[in-house]
């Protein structure tokens, strides 16, 4: 199997275009810090790609990307589709952006689907443009990648909507999943989860039956978005449980026998400067942070 992290960023990216905070500052000063939003790239066979989520710098993500550049026909282009965590808008909103493919196949759970369907009008709105294949993401059957081998299987997290989709829809826990991809060859897998707002039973089975784990790196504790300002809402408040503390997620990864790294790291997250020292703590606990660019083959 092999992907390629696209991004790294939580919503607004690094620099997000509106903020000065440290985090910021220091990514405009040294430009090796940037970081676009949180993405990955999926070989689902040669020459067959799937994004996972569709961001707002979807766009450059393809283009800066060599395995995902169109060709040889003047409209041939290897993204196959995208396939969906979640449907907040930094994971979303880049399916407008493919309006110009004839068409793709999008696989999300059905509060997902809903939520775009319904108050993002994205159905309505891009009908004109492009046919979008949507195909249901369910823990009992698992879906597998068109043209490939990679078996997909949405492991629940969380009933947290999006802002605009708050008071629609019923509490499932699929309103916000982890993704269990799985190539049958092998049975190598790797589970991405972004967004992760509470560690249950079924979570821990998951990660501990993964052979690479993508997490959910958006804070680095959980005071962090009250002392910076940006909120009145800690971390689990926001949805997103921090790394470090006594409800962090580094202490129940540490001692696992999987190759763990985080990503959707938000701005005010000390782990933007490369030069932390909350870096060695992760070292220390056999954690990393992701990068932009980075190959992982499974
Ligand atoms: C999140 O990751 O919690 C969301 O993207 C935040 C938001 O943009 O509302
Ligand atoms: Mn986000
Ligand atoms: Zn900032």
């Known amino acids: 199997m092999l992907l390629q992290v696209l991004g790294t960023a939580a919503g607004g990216g690094l620099p997000q275009w509106n903020c000065a905070c440290p985090g910021c500052a220091g990514a405009r000063t040294h430009p090796h810090r ?3 939003h949180a ?3 999926l070989r689902a066979d040669e020459g067959r790609w799937y994004l996972v989520n569709a961001t707002p710098d979807i766009g450059d993500q393809i283009e800066d990307s060599h395995a995902l550049r169109p060709g040889p026909g003047p409209r041939e282009s290897p993204v196959a589709g995208v396939i969906l965590t979640d449907a907040e808008l930094d994971h979303t909103l880049g399916i407008a952006r493919l309006r110009e493919a004839d068409g793709f196949d999008v696989l999300a759970t059905r509060p997902v689907r809903d939520a775009l369907l319904g108050p993002l009008r994205l159905g309505e709105v891009l009908a004109p443009y492009t046919r979008i294949e949507w195909r249901e993401l369910s823990r009992e059957a698992e879906v597998l990648v068109k043209g ?3 078996e997909i299987d949405a492991v629940p997290v969380s009933a947290k909507r999006p802002r605009y989709a708050v008071g629609t829809g019923t509490d499932e826990p699929t309103w916000v999943v982890a993704l269990r991809l799985r190539e049958t060859s092998t049975g190598r897998s790797l589970l991405y989860a972004p967004a992760l707002a509470g560690w249950t039973d079924d979570f821990q089975d998951a990660v501990e039956q993964a052979d690479f784990v993508i997490l959910d790196g958006t804070f680095w504790d959980d005071d962090e978005p009250v002392r910076t300002g940006i909120s ?3 971390a ?8 470090a503390g006594p409800n962090g997620t580094a202490r129940r990864l540490a001692g696992l026998g999987a190759r763990c790294l985080y990503t959707h790291l938000n701005n005010t997250n000390p782990l933007v400067d490369p030069d932390a020292p909350q870096h060695t703590l992760l070292g220390e606990w056999g954690l990393e942070a992701a990068a932009d660019r980075m190959v992982i083959e499974l």
């Open 34 to 36: 940037r970081r676009r």
């Open 236 to 243: 689990t408040g926001m949805g997103h449980l921090p790394i």
């Open 148 to 150: 490939g081998t990679v």
């Open 39 to 41: 993405s990955l790239a």
């Open 232 to 234: 009145a809402r800690t």
